[in-house]
């Protein structure tokens, strides 16, 4: 009997397969794995945890433009330069949707009303339009930067203050956390939520402080792991509820938390001197008011918080841990700043034009490990990829991980080596880097993150050594999430470089 179901089960998936490969080549779609798609699950029992990794190991297989059944997906994974090409510039429009029904943009993107989730069309052309010309224009940016520069002068304050003589451990993930949060939420509102102990706070303050850090806690919990549920909802229907409960919960959270801020703020705002993100916004909506709406205005200040500061910290995070893994390439970097801003005053934004290679450290950290590692979008209609029929709604994943990490395109990939960077001026060099996505839906927070990020760095280097706990290197492996996070946040010993004891001792 148990041979009979061996051989059945053989044919069975041997038919399937011949017959899956002629209706493939009769619609002309894109090839797809010989290994055919299961009931309910489809190629899913091909793929693990991290999934941009899956991906391109099927792709170095079976080619670099693949149709996958992932569940109840039709998927086209594009893992070449010229294919992403194709996708977000030819038919950058048709694929200017995001994927439909993703529990996060359910849930935490106001049922895909929000910027990240909502579809192509006039309303989300017009959250962009605000979002970009607004809030994050240059002009805008350059007005926040005293907030960023005060925000990392209080950290390396801070990590100063706890030296006593010999190197510190130092909790790394934490450290970048309280630096970022605060920085975009002294943006977004004026106000701190991360607080040292020496800090002096009434119990409203205390309170506050604990339930934002609550939330974000919550939502960095949600970005890191990727929900199955996307793809197979009959698990949805089946109990993975729970879930589902979760991120209503958050939501509500955070939406409650957003209002009483708004409102706040607009109790207490004045007319003149310089303006916070949510006054801005609330003045907007003064001179028109069924433009910026309430719910707008919160929407949009969660997707900076959310969209803005677990990527900077996940980069930030991965830097820091190149760097204690290549000794040489921290030297190269503090001997830059030594001699490009010395060690008399801190490293500043506009600084960073003069320090080429900490700028060759960010491009290299975002290569090997884009904190985006998958693009996801969704095409709006019929369109050809690589001479392929593509059908109206198939999610896309550009995986931009591995294209960034072939070796085919990449010398030794593997190896942390800034200077590959070396007088290359742009990010879209041929599309084989593309960290923050290219086109319609590219990341529109690109120029803050990388002043923030910048400076922060370039702060770290000038003002300390670091190194590793022990002799072992770092730990590189990365998280399973929709962001591309470390699986065990870096602990790193740290202690004041001697030329800027001075200097530290003064901020
Ligand atoms: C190192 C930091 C960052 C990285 C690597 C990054 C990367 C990305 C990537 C890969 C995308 C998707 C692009 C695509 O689908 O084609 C994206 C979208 C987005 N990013 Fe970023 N990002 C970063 C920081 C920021 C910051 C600081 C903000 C805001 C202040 C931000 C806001 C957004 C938003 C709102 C979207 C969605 C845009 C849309 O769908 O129209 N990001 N980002």
């Not at 229907?237 to 589902?244: A, I, M, N, P």
Request: aromatic content about 8%; overall charge positive.
């Amino acid at each position: 009997m148990g041979a009979f179901y061996f051989y059945f089960s053989l044919t069975f998936l041997a038919i399937s397969a011949i017959t899956n490969y002629f209706l493939r080549k009769f619609q002309n779609l894109p090839p797809t794995p010989w290994l055919p798609p299961l009931p309910i699950i489809g190629h899913l029992y091909l793929l693990k945890r991290p999934l941009h990794k899956s991906l391109a190991k099927i792709s170095a297989r079976y080619g670099p433009v693949q149709l996958l059944q992932i569940g109840s997906r039709r998927v086209l994974v594009v893992s070449s330069p010229s294919a992403a090409e194709e996708c977000l510039t030819k038919n950058d429009i048709i694929f200017a949707n995001r994927p439909r029904q993703l529990l996060a943009g359910k849930y935490l993107g106001y049922n895909y009303d929000s910027l990240v989730y909502a579809p192509y069309g006039d309303h989300w052309r017009n959250l962009r339009r605000v979002t970009t010309l607004e809030i994050l224009s240059s002009h805008r940016l350059r007005e926040f930067e005293p907030i960023r520069a005060d925000e990392v002068r209080l950290m390396i304050r801070k990590l100063y203050r706890s030296w006593s003589g010999e190197a510190v451990e130092v909790q790394v993930n934490a450290m970048l956390v309280d630096l970022t949060l605060n920085a975009v939420m002294r943006m977004v509102s004026g106000k701190r939520y991360y607080y040292g102990k020496d800090d002096i706070l009434t119990d409203e303050e205390k309170e506050k402080a604990h339930r934002f850090q609550e939330i974000v806690e919550e939502v960095f919990c949600a970005m890191s792991v990727s929900h199955i549920g996307d793809y197979l909802p009959i698990l949805r229907w089946l109990g993975v509820s729970k879930l589902e409960k979760q991120l209503i919960a958050l939501q509500a959270k955070r939406d409650l938390f957003m209002k009483e801020l708004v409102e706040e703020i607009r109790c207490s705002m004045k007319n003149s001197g310089k303006r916070n993100m949510i006054q801005v916004l609330l003045s907007l909506q003064q001179t028109e008011p069924e433009c910026y709406t309430d719910e707008m205005i919160r929407s949009i200040m969660l997707t900076i918080l959310a969209g803005g500061t677990h990527t900077s910290i996940c980069t930030l995070e991965w830097a820091m841990s190149l760097l204690v893994n290549n000794p040489s390439v921290l030297k190269k970097a503090h001997n830059e700043i030594n001699s490009h801003v010395g060690h008399d005053r801190c490293v500043e934004e506009s600084d960073m034009v003069n320090l080429p290679y900490l700028a060759c450290i960010i491009k290299e950290t975002l290569r090997m490990y884009p904190a985006g590692p998958l693009l996801p979008h969704e095409s709006s209609k019929d369109c050809m990829v690589s001479g392929y029929h593509v059908p109206r709604g198939t999610m896309l994943l550009v995986n931009a991980w591995g294209i960034q990490n072939d070796p085919n395109i990449w010398g030794d990939p593997e190896t942390f080596r800034p200077e590959r960077f070396e007088g290359v001026e742009v990010y879209g060099d041929g599309f084989k880097l593309l960290p923050f996505g290219f086109g319609r839906r590219s990341c529109p927070g690109e120029n803050m993150a990388m002043r923030m990020v910048g400076l922060a760095l370039g702060s770290l280097i000038q003002c300390f050594e670091w190194g590793r706990t022990s002799k072992a290197k770092v730990d590189m492996n990365g998280g399973t999430g929709i962001a591309l996070a470390k699986t065990i946040h870096l602990v790193a010993m740290c202690q004041p470089r001697p030329i800027m004891l001075n200097l530290l001792s003064q901020l």
